[in-house]
């Protein structure tokens, strides 16, 4: 029995051995960033009127063009291997992408869903619970109609969501009259034309900045195109690999500037630039990173594996940080004064961590290894 149960353990640490083998910390170090950027965002509110306000004192692109532009280069990456490694890709493999996609992000989203409506009927969060509908389970809170004062966050999910569904139709589709690499980069233009026309057609000169924020940042057609331009990533890295590893160091610099250009180049959200220009600018500076990303491989060091535990539990902390702890923190624990802000601060970002840790240890890892068992 004993040496049944070794055996077992060493199994599984050959596993989990593998699987992180298999990382590339270059995209940890993005995703890390990425979800960092969104919990410094979500609880900045704490550190107003204390000597550490507006931390970390520059301006900073936004977390989510990251996470959109970096899940279109996974996603995308996985369907260019598919279409090219079978002799015809039909709906049977839309299937399997599906359930591998559903299995990673639906059972957080309605766990997480389900908590928010426990606690805002509750009024543990001082939400709207009346904007709570049927939607919500079907990512149609925000499809083409902005939506407010309930599970703020969700909106990138459902952006995400639609694009895990859109995506590889569009590319059945076009596998029908085309062939792989010229169906990929077809799909792709068409994800990212579509949104940038939508957005020109809602240009609206009179709106004010609680308005653009949800009817142009966080409605899912008119953002599809951050997630697409993360596909021309993909597309760029399969069929021109010699190009993407010798301009990879050019590229990261063009990115570079181009976010700062981008976060310091201040326009009214009523202009043509910021309802438009700027959605297109934001994703195109994320994916120029990608290579230089991409190429580092493996790092060791007790700072790496932090980076590569905060990539893991990111989805878990992004579902988490806001309405979970910081809404509930502003609403039941109201900051006092700087230096209880600044304690506050800290056991925010302690919880977010801790709680994202078992979030994802006890509930969203167990069923992602379910996911090769069907």
Known sequence: MKQKISFKKEVNLNIKSNEDSKRIFGLDIFRAFAIILVVLSHGSFLLHNTFLEGFPYIKMIDGVDLFFVLSGFLIGGILIKEINSTATFNFNHLLNFWKRRWFRTLPNYYLILLLNYIFVSTKVIHQDIQQFNWKFIFFLQNFNKPFYDFFWESWSLSVEEWFYLTAPIL??????????????????????????????????????????????????????????????AAWVFYYYKIYWLKFKVISFILGIAMIAFIVNFNRECNTFYLQVIYFTLTPISAMLLLPFANSIKNVNGIVAKSICHISKISYSMYLINLALIAEVIKDNFPVKNAMDGIIKYGIYWMIVIVGSTFLYNLYEKPIMNLRDRY
Request: hydrophobic residues 60%; charged residues 20%.
């Open 171 to 232: 590319l059945l589709l076009f596998l029908r009259v085309l062939n792989p690499k010229k169906a990929f980069i077809s799909v792709t233009i068409l994800m990212i034309l579509f949104p940038i026309a939508y957005r020109i057609y809602l240009l609206n000169p009179e709106i004010d900045s609680f308005w653009f924020d949800v009817t142009f940042r966080k409605v899912v057609i008119t953002r599809l195109d951050s997630i697409a331009f993360g596909l021309l």
